[in-house]
């Protein structure tokens, strides 16, 4: 699908695959300061600008979830919703329905070596990324901790298993898989979690943000960083230390069985990126694994992800 200069900055679903961006359509501020408020025992916060289906967001996952191990113990991340589909009410770039965006995820896929399934844009697409994303304010008032784990579940409903998580049936589906309460999450994505998610909106805008991902690295003393777009994990892991130099990354262990504990499900990407197995052999192991009854394997048709059998 051909990106021009147009489409890239006007349509928000088509992301810059050069750059790891999704733009946003609307205007954004200015740059301002901005203040950590960290928790007693963190000394960096990562704010991290997102949307549930932006697909740069979901290229890295792989990055994420390594400085969660290597940093966790130093850094807070805190999501913030960025709005990245408010509705289809748009026509320009050549982009005025979802089918027009399908080509778009299957090659976005490949790029960032991470499943997408670009047919939900032809069988059952969104109307709109605010409903998923009220859901998720609506699971922070709950559980900080289960309200990542949450974005990640509907990010695999939507990316794999094409499911429209506009739709409240697959929302409430994520929540439950992730242990949150259905019928509380319900009540407060129909009402507080509305002004939650336009707060989100409107420090987006203070903090010029103009395209998801966007992070901004941050600690008290009033240093800050920012990485826009998908990046290698050293340009995350870079940006943490110029801010605070002192900070020690962790080990983990790098054993399968380890890393699925922590993580129960990992695409052949994100499992060569924790285990430092390299990318041409991590499908192999975990192909071999899936054999041995460990693992179940859910195949799209660019690529897979495999889930621990517990």
């Known amino acids: 699908m051909k990106n021009d200069t147009t489409t890239k ?23 301002t300061k901005v203040d950590a408020n960290l928790s007693d025992n963190k000394k960096v916060k990562l704010v991290y600008f997102t949307d549930p289906i932006c697909s740069s967001c979901w290229g890295i996952e792989p990055q994420l979830r390594k400085l969660k191990l290597e940093y966790g113990d130093h850094i807070e991340i805190e999501y913030r919703m960025g709005g990245l589909l408010p509705d289809w009410s748009y026509n320009s770039g050549g982009i ?11 090659e976005v896929s490949i790029h960032y070596d991470m499943p997408i399934d670009g047919d ?16 998720f304010k609506a ?7 289960k309200a990542h784990l949450f974005m990640r579940e509907m990010r695999e409903l939507v990316f794999l298993k094409k499911k429209n998580i506009a739709k409240w049936e697959h929302m409430a589906t994520a929540a439950e898989t992730v242990g949150l309460d259905v019928e509380q999450l319900k009540t407060d994505y129909e009402g507080k979690a509305k002004s939650l998610f336009e707060d989100d909106l409107k420090t987006a805008r203070e903090y010029g943000v103009r395209g998801f991902p966007t992070i901004y690295v941050l600690d008290d003393e009033g240093n800050k960083d920012i990485v826009y777009g998908t990046k290698p994990y050293a340009f995350y892991e870079m940006a943490i230390l110029k801010v605070n130099s002192n900070i020690q990354k962790s080990e983990y262990s790098k054993k399968w069985d380890n890393l699925f504990e922590i993580y129960p499900t990992l695409t052949a990407k994100e499992y060569s990126v924790l285990s430092g197995t390299p990318r041409a052999e991590s499908e192999t192991v975990l192909d071999e694994l899936t054999e041995k009854g460990k ?3 859910l195949t799209t048709k660019n690529g897979s992800m495999w889930k621990l059998i517990k």
Do not use: F, R
Not at 120 to 135: C, G, K, M, T, V
Not at 139 to 145: D, F, I, L, V
């Open 96 to 106: 005025g329905k979802p089918s027009d965006v399908a080509g778009h995820w299957d």
């Open 295 to 297: 693992l179940d394997k």
């Open 9 to 31: 900055s006007s349509n928000p679903l088509l992301c810059d695959i050069e750059t790891g961006m999704c733009e946003t359509t609307a205007d954004a501020g200015q740059d």
């Open 120 to 135: 939900l844009w032809l069988e059952d697409p969104l109307e709109s990324s605010y409903p998923p994303s009220i859901a």
């Open 139 to 145: 699971a922070e008032m709950q559980s900080e901790e």
